[in-house]
């Protein structure tokens, strides 16, 4: 199942960052970056790949070598918004391009930059159709895994706890492919894709708006690696790749797709933003276990009993099934 709620209509940046040149400086001083997939929020999916690869039960995407998962090559440096202990980071995280067109997006008083992240993708293949992980109040991926915070949203039955994100996504790339699709009136809608310039943005409502990234460079160039797979970018603007035991992989610039993600909270007022910031209508767990069973129920599947539920494996097998298709596991 999918969720049926139709997205915000996105908003167009042409220019992202006033001066582009602080992300890449930023890149380079924070190398080597690691896999996504290497990412906290990550940990049951590595599992999983883990205890796949062992069985041969892991996504097309994932080759296995000697019994281990070797993935894309999709890379991920990450600062916060509150920390800024990065140099440089201020002026991207406060970007007020960003601000501006969260707000139009949403129609909101209030944006709080919470998260910005950078995607570096090496030559690799389509990627798969996705929204971006939900928060609701009470519930958000520091503290809960972010299959589940999926499954909420896809449910349906949390709309009352989400908070809305705005999410901002610019590229740097000049090679050949990774273009951006996305889907601005939902799942069943038509598909826009768009080759865009260095330094062109879109504020999208990306939990609800799902998108993708097409196959980058070659497919001749193509590689997948381990899970200590890091990438990093040197002081002449080259790519290097390093895992254990293998000769490093070095890669030009433009054969390299960098994008900016940036996230902000945003609440229509400040009435809606003090609900949040004093827990008035936070979602406690016992709720949410109680609202998944259930929707679980009216549809056939049903989940352990217990407060501890949601730590059973078996329980999180049977709520993915419930919510999330194929495309959307990963």
């Known amino acids: 199942m ?33 896999l996504t997939l290497a990412g906290a929020e990550f940990a049951e999916s590595r599992a999983a790949l883990r205890a796949g690869a062992k069985t041969g039960d892991v996504p097309p995407f994932v080759q296995v070598v000697n019994g281990q998962p070797l993935v894309p090559p999709v890379f991920r440096t990450t600062w916060g918004a509150e920390e ?29 930059p919470y998260f910005t992240y950078v995607n570096i993708n090496a ?41 809305r994100i705005a999410t901002a996504v610019c590229w740097y790339y000049e090679g050949a492919g990774g273009e951006f ?9 038509d598909m826009v894709t768009v080759d865009p310039p260095a330094n062109y943005g879109v504020m999208g409502d990306n939990d609800y708006m799902p998108h993708r990234v097409e196959p980058i460079g070659s497919e001749a160039d193509y590689a997948n690696y381990g899970l200590e797979a890091t990438i990093a970018l040197t002081p002449d ?75 059973r494996p078996e329980c999180g097998e049977r709520i993915r099934d419930a919510y999330l298709s194929a495309e959307l596991r990963f």
């Open 181 to 189: 699709s996305y889907w601005p009136e939902g799942w069943d809608g």
């Open 2 to 34: 999918r969720t049926t709620t139709l997205p915000r209509p996105p908003v167009i940046m042409q220019e992202a960052l006033e001066d582009p040149d602080v992300l890449l400086g930023i890149l380079e001083r924070q190398s080597p970056h690691p």
């Open 123 to 163: 030559p690799s293949g389509q990627y798969a159709r996705h929204t971006d992980i939900p928060a609701f109040r009470g519930v958000g991926r520091d503290t809960y895994p972010t299959w589940l915070l999926n499954c909420m949203m896809h449910s349906g039955c949390f709309d009352r706890w989400r908070v």
């Open 237 to 311: 603007r080259q790519w290097v790749i390093e895992e254990p035991a293998n000769e490093p992989v070095r890669l030009g610039f433009d054969e390299v797709r960098v994008s900016l993600s940036w996230k902000a909270f945003v609440f229509a007022d400040a009435q809606e933003a003090e609900v949040y910031d004093r827990h008035l209508d936070d979602l406690d767990e016992a709720t949410l276990i109680a609202t998944l069973a259930e929707d679980c129920a009216q549809r056939g599947v049903d989940l352990p009993d217990g407060p501890d539920a949601l730590g």
């Open 84 to 112: 800024q202990a990065v140099e440089g980071a201020e002026t991207i995280v406060n970007n007020p391009r960003f601000i501006e067109a969260a707000r139009q997006l949403y129609g909101a008083e209030v944006v709080r």
